[in-house]
T-cell receptor
Framework: ETGVTQSPTHLIKTRGQQVTLRCSSQSGHNTVSWYQQALGQGPQFIFQYYREEENGRGNFPPRFSGLQFPNYSSELNVNALELDDSALYLC????????????FGPGTRLTVT | KNEVEQSPQNLTAQEGEFITINCSYSVGISALHWLQQHPGGGIVSLFMLSSGKKKHGRLIATINIQEKHSSLHITASHPRDSAVYICAVSPGGGADGLTFGKGTHLIIQP
């Protein structure tokens, strides 16, 4: 196990609602990245936080937002949920941005109905 | 934007066989990652490499930077190796996350 935890494990929401997913990083890691994995696809990069600031962002709309806290835990917030937001959401922590080993959490399975 | 291609997409083999999974990418990178994903979603990092070759147990990963190509080998495969193997690359800068291939679904039959 990696020491990265995510909550909740599973979540069912209705279209239009808002959701908050949480991630607790590996000890000593100050960088967290969030990924969306649709069924049968590879993960897609949403954004990365480093020392509480957004450090990079993939091709996701502004209704996907995040936070990183002083203890380096992190949140992913999604507003105005759409059916296509149904996916596995993964967070990964690393010691620094860039070419460092990524430690993944178990993921949160979000279903939007 | 880096394009990461893996082959094969699906692979079924008999226990004991030597397995090779290939990965190619289109743009220069700072590192390449091989990851393992089991049903249920959890991803485990197997290797991170930027040059040469790494070995861990029955797993071997190689990378050729000039050819933008990497391979993951499994020797003496076992049914517990059955999983999805994903190749992912770290871009040249530090501010973007990994770009992933679609994965290779490996089944090892007893």
């Amino acid at each position: 196990e990696t020491g990265v935890t995510q909550s909740p494990t599973h979540l069912i929401k209705t279209r239009g609602q808002q959701v908050t997913l949480r991630c607790s990083s590996q000890s000593g890691h100050n960088t967290v990245s969030w990924y969306q994995q649709a069924l049968g696809q590879g993960p897609q990069f949403i954004f990365q936080y480093y020392r509480e600031e957004e450090n990079g962002r993939g091709n996701f709309p502004p209704r996907f937002s995040g936070l990183q806290f002083p203890n380096y835990s992190s949140e992913l917030n999604v507003n105005a949920l759409e059916l296509d937001d149904s996916a596995l959401y993964l967070c990964a922590s690393s010691r620094l941005p860039g070419a460092y080993e990524q430690y993944f959490g178990p993921g949160t399975r979000l279903t939007v109905t | 934007k880096n394009e990461v291609e893996q082959s094969p997409q699906n692979l079924t083999a008999q226990e004991g066989e030597f397995i090779t999974i290939n990965c190619s990418y289109s743009v220069g990178i700072s590192a390449l990652h091989w990851l393992q994903q089991h049903p249920g979603g959890g991803i485990v990092s197997l290797f991170m490499l930027s040059s040469g070759k790494k070995k861990h147990g029955r797993l071997i990963a190689t990378i050729n930077i000039q050819e933008k190509h990497s391979s993951l080998h499994i020797t003496a495969s076992h049914p517990r190796d059955s999983a999805v193997y994903i190749c992912a690359v770290s871009p040249g800068g530090g501010a973007d996350g990994l770009t992933f291939g679609k994965g290779t679904h490996l089944i090892i039959q007893p």
